[in-house]
């Protein structure tokens, strides 16, 4: 160029301006060659960027369709369950609720979803959402005023939501009362059916044998046999009010005189009044611990009932020539009080109605006994049950250590 530059100065005036000239053509080619080549490599790399963001467009759209695919599975998926769904982030407020809590709650989800859990309050200030991790499960009044029994249970998320799970309990509690209130009527019926029958067996006996004492007075019958028909009245009387005692004590109301009882003492009592009461009863023995047991809480009449009823029992199904062992030890946590005998055992076909009043295999029972025992155990927080045995029968009571409900 140095050489070229030279050269033009050493030509003439007009020789040096075409020179320059098409020196200047020379160059603007180059240019416009360097040009060319710069778009056209411009043009393939926007091609390839075309290209690229085409493809990236496509697989964009196909994440985006695939989203909104699962997104409409979840959906669908949700508003299938049974139980509400209700999605909370940290601060409390609703993101999501599915179908089942749209029902239960009594709003749409366009009503509820942006909302404070504090602020959904059914119409008698019942919060619909609970705050708490525990379970819970109570009765309340949704915004639609229909009255519900839900249950809650919920979950904390990674991210810091929250995931509450409503379940509807309302027609499931609604069939347990129905159910409920036909056992009690069947229970009802049941009982009403064993009062008569026990009754009006000693009401017949007193009806024929006041008969026979008008009969006697009106023939000038002796003092004597007077006597014995008037004897066997009270007996029957007696009976009666055995009968009717026993049905109050079993429907009494649900309450005990909450004490301290020497269990060792009361059973020892109730065995030497059995002895000396029944003929049958020649061996009764008690098994007790030389301490531990003079301090156990509860009602010592109600508790007296129970072991009569279990040792009577026991003697007389153990006969004439029967043992029968009455033994109390010591748990961790109970006092467990077993009585035993060697007598038949119980029949197949009593063993599943053992504590259901007027259940008996016993010619003159009135089926109330372990019933009675059953429900006064239940009182002290305790549990009665007919052990398998060998030969005969036993039963165990088992009564907690502290301290008695009242």
Not at 315 to 339: C, K, M, N, P, Q
Request: glycine share 8%.
């Amino acid at each position: 160029d140095a050489v070229m530059a030279a050269q033009t100065e050493a030509m003439p005036p007009s020789a040096r301006e075409i020179a320059r000239l098409e020196e200047s053509f020379r160059l603007f080619t180059r240019t416009t060659q360097d040009l060319e080549s710069s778009y056209k490599r411009l043009t393939q790399r926007a091609a390839r960027i075309d290209t690229e963001l085409a493809g990236a467009n496509r697989r964009l759209h196909t994440q985006v369709e695939e989203l909104e695919r699962v997104t409409r599975n979840q959906r669908g998926t949700l508003d299938a369950l049974p139980v509400g769904v209700v999605v909370m982030d940290a601060s409390g407020t609703l993101i999501d609720v599915n179908r089942a809590a749209e029902h239960m709650i009594g709003r749409q989800r366009d009503e509820l979803v942006g909302r404070s859990r504090a602020v959904i309050v059914g119409p008698t200030g019942d919060a619909l959402l609970t705050d708490r991790d525990t379970p819970d499960e109570r009765e309340v009044v949704a915004l639609d005023g229909s009255k519900r029994r839900l249950a809650w249970s919920s979950a904390s998320l990674p991210d810091g939501h929250e995931v509450q799970v409503l379940t509807d309990r309302t027609v499931a509690t609604r069939l347990r009362e129905q159910v409920s209130r036909l056992d009690t009527l069947a229970a009802l019926g049941e009982m009403a059916a064993g009062v008569a029958h026990e009754i009006r067996n000693p009401l017949n006996g007193i009806e024929g044998f006041a008969a026979l004492l008008e009969r006697a007075v009106s023939k000038g019958v002796t003092d004597a046999g007077l006597t014995r028909y008037a004897d066997n009245i009270r007996r029957g009387v007696r009976e009666v009010n055995t009968i009717i005692s026993n049905l109050l004590t079993f429907a009494s109301p649900d309450s005990i005189r909450s004490g301290r009882v020497d269990l060792s003492a009361l059973l020892q009592g109730i065995i030497d009044e059995v002895r000396g009461s029944h003929a049958t009863a020649k061996t009764i023995r008690g098994h007790f611990p030389r301490e531990g047991c003079e301090d156990v809480p509860g009602d010592a009449i109600k508790l007296k009932i129970v072991f009569v009823n279990l040792i009577k029992n026991a003697v007389e199904a153990a006969g004439i020539e029967g043992h029968v062992d009455v033994l109390l030890e010591l748990s961790e946590r109970s006092f467990l009080v077993t009585v035993r005998d060697d007598g038949p055992g119980l029949a197949p076909t009593m063993r599943d109605k053992l504590f259901r009043p007027f259940s008996t295999d016993k010619p003159d029972g009135t089926g109330l006994g372990l019933a009675i025992a059953n429900k006064l155990v239940s009182l002290h927080g305790g549990g009665i049950e007919a052990l398998e045995a060998a030969q005969g029968c036993t039963f165990r009571v088992t009564l907690p250590r502290g301290e008695t409900p009242r």
